[in-house]
C-alpha cells in the first residue's frame, strides 16, 4: 500500500511548475513557439506563426503532453518536441532564457 502511494504522489511531479515551462521556445529545425501554462497546468496556449492554440493535458508514459487533436505538445526536463496531426513539425526545442 505505501508503495503504491509514494508511486501515485510520485507521478504527479512529472513536469515541473507552470512558470518553469511558460516562456519562449526555440528548435534546431529553426521553428520558435511561446507557451503559456495554466496555473493547474492542465492546459497550455500555444502560440505559433502568429496563430494560439489551447492544448489540454494528455496522458503520457514519461514526460508532459498537451494537446487538442491536431497538435501535441511534448515535453521532458529541458527537451521538447511539436507534433501537428501526429508528425513531428519541430524537434530538439528549448526554452529560451528570459532575462
Do not use: H
Not at 9 to 24: D, V
Amino acid at each position: 500500500m505505501l508503495r503504491a502511494l509514494v508511486f501515485v504522489l510520485l507521478s504527479g511531479m512529472a513536469y515541473a511548475a507552470p512558470n518553469e515551462i511558460t516562456g519562449p521556445y526555440q528548435c534546431k529545425s529553426g521553428s520558435s513557439f511561446y507557451v503559456t501554462s495554466s496555473a493547474d497546468m492542465t492546459q497550455v496556449r500555444l502560440r505559433m506563426d502568429g496563430r494560439i492554440y489551447d492544448l489540454d493535458e494528455q496522458r503520457t508514459a514519461s514526460g508532459a503532453a498537451w494537446g487538442d487533436g491536431q497538435w501535441l505538445w511534448w515535453t521532458k526536463g529541458s527537451d521538447s518536441f511539436l507534433e501537428r496531426n501526429t508528425v513531428v513539425v519541430a524537434k530538439d526545442c528549448l526554452k529560451k532564457p528570459v532575462f
